[in-house]
């Protein structure tokens, strides 16, 4: 049984940081590509970061702010965002895909950001 749980996510003021963690169980972790997607209400769900041998891609909007990162020992990829803006306020979701398999596409629960004053 695939499951992936995130955590971490909370209320942040403008400005502010945060960290959120996924983390995988159930499938041989080193097989797939990890990107962390989020989705606002009433928006699509858009992709935000996938992590790569060098380091990750980004979308523009979160470039030089967010930072994605993964621990194949512990089977588990991180979002690590700073000045974090009203407009990242989504619930974000972690991503495991094995290539781009369609059966072999997993998706956490969701944890919810809210950056307010």
């Known amino acids: 049984q695939v499951q992936l749980v995130e955590s971490g996510g909370g209320l942040v003021q403008p400005g502010g940081s945060l960290r959120i963690s996924c983390v995988a169980s159930?499938?041989?972790?080193?097989?797939?590509?990890m990107s962390w997607y989020r989705q606002a209400p009433g928006k699509e769900r858009e992709l935000v970061a996938t992590?790569?041998?060098?380091?990750?891609n980004y979308a523009d909007s979160v470039k030089g702010r967010f930072t994605i990162s993964r621990d194949n020992t512990q089977k588990a990829v991180y979002l690590q965002m700073h000045s974090l803006k009203p407009e990242d306020t989504a619930v974000y979701y972690c991503?495991?895909?094995?290539?781009?398999?369609?059966?072999?596409?997993?998706w956490g629960q969701g944890t919810q950001v809210t950056v307010s004053l």
């Open positions: 992590a790569t041998t060098s380091g990750g």
């Open positions: 159930g499938l041989t972790f080193s097989f797939y590509t």
């Open positions: 991503n495991a895909r094995r290539g781009r398999s369609v059966v072999s596409d997993y």
